[in-house]
């Protein structure tokens, strides 16, 4: 009798406290304008008019932006799945500060159509694509497990350098008024599954 009336109050109580201790085993969705500094959240939202600055964080889910934010800087701070940034007005910094530590995207890391982009010393799951940009643009010491992409590029000037890829490489379709620097990029002698497993 006594293992029944335990079922039952478990059985009562389950719908109250079930809601509770999930909420709370979950980081917050953020929608970003501002710094946030050592800090986990789980979905990042970036929308117009924004300046987000985000380090030495990590980031469960996804990052996107939304409108046309004004800046985004994401560094030293490992994000659990894609990284899909359009339409950045002033400018774009993924990576590393200053090159010194090795963030992670769980999938994805596409920019497009922003201006001013450094992406650095990223490992990232499945592609690297940098398309229909402005400004300024580098692409460095990255590694990316599937296709690396730099395409259709309108800028200053560009570097590409010194980067891993175990799909494709492509920097093609782009135009550059100062200096165009492609070189020592890599390609890995391994599929993309065996790359990400190699970590």
Same mark, same amino acid.
């Given at each position: 009798?006594?293992?029944?009336?335990?079922?039952?109050?478990?059985? !009562?109580?389950?719908?109250?406290?079930?809601?509770?201790?999930?909420?709370?085993?979950?980081?917050?969705?953020?929608?970003?304008?501002?710094?946030?500094h050592h800090r986990t959240f789980?979905?990042?939202?970036?929308?117009?008019? !924004?300046?987000?600055?985000?380090?030495?964080?990590?980031?469960?889910? +996804?990052?996107?932006?939304?409108?046309?934010?004004?800046?985004?800087?994401?560094?030293?701070?490992?994000?659990?799945?894609?990284?899909?940034?359009?339409?950045?007005?002033?400018?774009?910094?993924?990576?590393?500060?200053?090159?010194?530590?090795?963030?992670?995207?769980?999938?994805?890391?596409?920019?497009? +159509?922003?201006?001013?982009?450094?992406?650095?010393?990223?490992?990232?799951? +499945?592609?690297?694509?940098?398309?229909? +940009?402005?400004?300024?643009?580098?692409?460095?010491?990255?590694k990316a497990c599937n296709n690396?992409?730099?395409?259709?590029?309108?800028?200053?000037?560009?570097?590409?350098?010194?980067?891993?890829?175990?799909?494709?490489?492509?920097?093609?379709?782009?135009?550059?008024?100062?200096?165009?620097?492609?070189?020592?990029?890599?390609?890995?002698?391994?599929?993309?599954? !065996?790359?990400?497993?190699?970590?």
């Amino acid at each position: 009798m006594k293992q029944l009336v335990v079922f039952f109050l478990i059985g !009562a109580l389950t719908p109250v406290l079930g809601p509770v201790l999930s909420a709370q085993a979950l980081p917050p969705d953020l929608v970003c304008n501002g710094s946030y500094h050592h800090r986990t959240f789980r979905h990042v939202v970036i929308p117009d008019d !924004a300046r987000c600055v985000i380090t030495d964080s990590r980031i469960t889910g +996804n990052v996107r932006t939304t409108g046309a934010p004004t800046v985004v800087s994401i560094t030293d701070t490992h994000i659990g799945r894609n990284i899909h940034v359009r339409n950045v007005v002033q400018r774009v910094t993924i990576g590393a500060a200053g090159c010194r530590v090795d963030p992670v995207a769980g999938r994805n890391l596409m920019v497009r +159509n922003s201006r001013n982009v450094a992406i650095c010393e990223m490992s990232i799951a +499945n592609n690297l694509v940098v398309r229909n +940009n402005r400004g300024t643009l580098m692409v460095r010491d990255n590694k990316a497990c599937n296709n690396l992409r730099v395409v259709r590029n309108d800028v200053r000037s560009m570097r590409v350098v010194r980067n891993s890829y175990a799909g494709n490489f492509s920097v093609a379709r782009n135009t550059w008024v100062d200096r165009r620097i492609v070189r020592d990029n890599v390609g890995l002698r391994q599929n993309p599954s !065996a790359c990400r497993r190699a970590g």
